[in-house]
């Protein structure tokens, strides 16, 4: 079982950045299908950001062009960054595999607290 340990969070005017990270134990980080996910107060838990073993891309529409989604697999660590935040972007921030691709899904952890004031 891979554990999941997200950081990098905080409270940030609205235009500001942020730069999240998971770091996740297990060799088997390399080979999945990874994303960011994000659940706001009220609101289903969503995708935000994927990213496959080669690095290929995609990205919710509401975050298309501000947000970029990276790995690095020698380190086990998958990154965020936030540019440009709006309001709306407030949440709790979780990686986790990439539920439409993996053929694994891991447990949460206890993801990291992004807040954007206007």
């Known amino acids: 079982q891979v554990q999941l340990v997200e950081s990098g969070g905080g409270l940030v005017q609205a235009g500001g950045s942020l730069r999240l990270s998971c770091a996740a134990s297990?060799?088997?980080?390399?080979?999945?299908?990874m994303g960011w996910y994000r659940q706001a107060p009220g609101k289903q838990r969503e995708l935000v950001a994927g990213?496959?073993?080669?690095?290929?891309?995609r990205y919710a529409d509401s975050v298309k062009g501000r947000f970029t989604i990276s790995r690095d697999n020698a380190k086990n660590t998958l990154y965020l960054q936030l540019n440009r935040l709006k309001p709306e972007d407030t949440a709790v921030y979780y990686c986790?595999?990439?539920?439409?691709?993996?053929?694994?899904?891991?447990?949460w952890g206890q993801g990291t607290q992004v807040t954007v004031s206007s």
């Open positions: 297990g060799s088997i980080f390399s080979i999945t299908p």
């Open positions: 990213i496959t073993v080669s690095s290929n891309t």
């Open positions: 986790n595999s990439d539920f439409s691709t993996a053929d694994v899904r891991w447990a």
